[in-house]
């Protein structure tokens, strides 16, 4: 049986010291940031995304998912 | 009637992306189409052609974008095998479009889509808020989402039997340079069920209480149907349902690659705790092509009304009972690649791109009757083109 406990705080924690450690980034330093595989969205296509909606019972969170099941 | 409408939304759209270029805006457009095949070793076969478009102004700040897609699907599961019925094929189409306007820090969004099968009919809508900070450097997220699902039989109105859930969701999310290299994003997620989800093809059978705690994970359908009562039961699941969920991405800019990661904790009010890591590496095999593996590893605990065989009396039922598998405790990993060739002109290669992507996904069901383990693995072919 698959037991889990979170360390919640602790992944806060490493988030709020990522972010703290920020420098700042002029718009003219930004090439390598806007190539389209640096996209913070999803890279996978959209079949695949369902396939892991429909695989993963945590799965279909955000705002708007795709609606639907086809597992009916 | 419809076709001619059509026609002339498309002919109003031409008209006015040639006026928009006149007036000196840079309209950029994009569209894409995918072929996507899916098969696994518990005889569950989809192929699914989709087709998706985006039109916009990046000075001016709007965009618009579209998406619909089929889904054909054909099953012969050893569920639908232990209720004696037969392979079934059944079509799903699928729709969306978005559209978003940020002229300069502040920007707002909106998206609906629809999803439609012969027993199931699904729409949602939403929007979102993103407000960029710190010169650009951060950006926050706002957003909410609602859903209605109606779940009936096929060859039933949803007017004669249906029943359907409800859920809203929210997120919040802040997505931060680190440096010229890296982007970090961060998002929680809480969604809000309520109404009836359970699937009405989903019989579960029951055991008597001496029987029932000897009922093996994986036992055969022969084994089973010996075991259980002459009586089954459809699917009950609890009537709300409370889901939250934090992810973070990363992605960085290497010589001569991109790496990205991203790691997911999920929580909900049914007991299911999760996480999840994905990782990509994008490798540049010359100027035209990109090419990397894929590898993702997921591990739920179960619903807390799991059971691998439910008990049962004359007078008494288990109040909630499922035989989801995603409900109970499962692991996934998966492996993969993909590979983007840029195809365009040698002034603009991409242009043209062609995208190719295969992963296989081992799971591992713990608890479950029937079988215990499922192979899978997912293809797709895309083409995009911009101009």
Request: aromatic share 8%; charged share 20%; net charge negative.
């Amino acid at each position: 049986m698959v037991r889990m406990r979170f360390p919640r705080q602790l992944a806060f924690l490493a988030i709020a010291a990522a972010c703290s450690a920020c420098g700042h980034v002029a718009a003219y330093e930004r090439g390598a940031i806007a190539r389209p595989d640096m996209t913070t969205s999803d890279l996978s296509g959209r079949a695949a995304q369902h396939a892991t909606e429909v695989h993963e019972g945590a799965a279909r969170s955000g705002a708007v998912s795709e609606a639907g099941c086809g597992c009916n | 009637m419809q076709l001619r409408g059509a026609l002339l939304l498309a002919v109003s759209m031409a008209a006015w992306l040639t006026d928009a270029r006149a007036d000196g805006g840079a309209i950029d457009a994009r569209a894409s189409s995918e072929l996507a095949a899916y098969s696994d070793t518990d005889h569950v076969a989809v192929v699914t052609p989709s087709v998706s478009g985006h039109v916009g102004n990046a000075s001016a700040g709007w965009s618009v974008d579209g998406w619909y897609l089929v889904d054909v699907i054909s099953a012969a599961s050893v569920d639908i095998v232990s209720t004696a019925s037969g392979r079934w094929t059944e079509v799903r189409q699928a729709g969306g479009a978005r559209g978003a306007y940020k002229p300069h820090d502040l920007g707002l969004s909106v998206e609906g889509s629809v999803s439609s099968e012969p027993d199931y009919l699904a729409y949602a809508a939403g929007g979102y808020v993103t407000e960029d900070l710190d010169d650009r450097n951060l950006s926050i997220i706002l957003g909410y989402g609602y859903g209605h699902d109606t779940i009936g039989r096929t060859g039933t109105p949803f007017s004669i039997f249906s029943h359907s859930f409800d859920h809203h969701a929210m997120n919040v999310g802040l997505t931060r340079l680190i440096d010229r290299t890296t982007v970090l994003a961060v998002a929680a997620d809480v969604t809000i069920e309520s109404g009836d989800s359970s699937k009405p093809y989903r019989y579960i059978p029951l055991f008597s209480p001496e029987v029932a705690p000897s009922v093996q994970a994986g036992a055969s359908v022969q084994e089973v149907s010996r075991l259980r009562l002459p009586e089954t039961v459809i699917e009950r699941l609890p009537l709300s349902r409370d889901r939250y969920g934090i992810t973070a991405r990363l992605a960085r800019r290497l010589p001569g690659a991109t790496a990205r990661i991203e790691s997911s904790l999920y929580e909900d009010s049914w007991g299911i705790k999760a996480f999840s890591a994905d990782g990509r590496d994008l490798f540049d095999v010359g100027p035209r092509l990109s090419l990397g593996p894929h590898v993702r590893y997921y591990v739920q605990s179960p619903v807390t009304f799991w059971k691998v065989g439910y008990a049962a009396t004359a007078d008494a039922v288990p109040a909630f009972r499922t035989g989801d598998r995603e409900l109970g405790p499962l692991i996934n990993l998966t492996g993969g690649a993909r590979a983007t060739w840029n195809i365009g002109p040698a002034a603009a290669p991409d242009n043209w791109s062609l995208v190719a992507s295969f992963d296989a996904t081992y799971a591992r069901f713990l608890d479950d009757l029937y079988i215990t383990e499922r192979l899978s693995a997912l293809g797709s072919l895309t083409i995009e083109a911009s101009w």
